[in-house]
Structures are given as C-alpha cells and as structure tokens.
C-alpha cells in the first residue's frame, strides 16, 4: 500500500520560510516516478484547496494563483520525496498541508478527487 508522509510544518511568523517533504513507499508494480504529485491545503473551517502539483518527471508544475511566485514545488525521484518550498509566508497560508499522489502520464492536475493516495498532512501557522 502506498504511503505519503509529510514533514516541514511548523510555526512561523509572516514573512519567513518552510520547506515541506512528502516521502512515499510502499510502492507495487508502479514505481514512485510514475505518480503525480499534489499539495493541497485546509485552513479551519474552509474547504480544501489545492496549492501546487507535478508531474511525474518533474518538468510540469502547476501553481494557484495564491502560490505563485511564493512557493516553488520540486521532486527527487531517487528518493522518493517531492518538496514545497514555501517563502514569504502569509497569514492565509496557516492550515494543515497534504500531499497525494496519482498515477498519471503527462502533467499534474489541482483537482484533489482524482487522487489515489493521501498523506495525513502536516501543520503550518503563520502568525506575528
């Protein structure tokens, strides 16, 4: 069974830093480069959203309008982990993070239905 685990979260104040990592195992038959991956986020009581995506190979990546310019999503499939560096951080980027993975040729897609696997998330607040 595949396993998403999503690490980085923490306290910081607006402006600063975090890099977020979400390793996988436990793959079978399809191998960790031939997933998509996807953060999403849920800030309390709103709805989850989508924040950033890439593709298997790690040359598509897609961004929400909130993300862009700020975060910048990476992958390493050597070790299995996908990265989310996220800077200048915002008050309205408080919330709990997650990544999921979907077996997917060509590209990434933001919409979180179509992913297969989900990690338990990892806790991020920004606050002066």
């Known amino acids: 069974q595949v396993q998403l685990v999503e690490s980085g979260g923490g306290s910081v104040q607006p402006g600063e830093s975090l890099r977020l990592s979400c390793a996988a195992s436990?793959?079978?038959?399809?191998?960790?480069?031939?997933?998509?991956i996807a953060w999403f986020r849920q800030a309390p009581a709103k709805e989850r959203e989508a924040v950033s995506c890439i593709s298997r190979s790690g040359r598509g990546m897609e961004y929400s309008d909130s993300a862009k310019g700020r975060f910048t999503i990476s992958r390493d499939n050597a070790k299995n982990t996908v990265y989310l560096q996220m800077n200048s951080l915002e008050d309205e980027d408080t919330g709990t993070y997650y990544c999921?993975?979907?077996?997917?040729?060509?590209?990434?897609?933001?919409?979180?239905?179509?992913?297969?696997?989900w990690g338990q998330g990892t806790r991020v607040t920004v606050s002066s």
């Open positions: 999921a993975a979907l077996n997917r040729a060509l590209g990434c897609v933001m919409t979180g239905p179509d992913y297969e696997y």
């Open positions: 436990g793959f079978t038959g399809f191998s960790f480069d031939y997933y998509s």
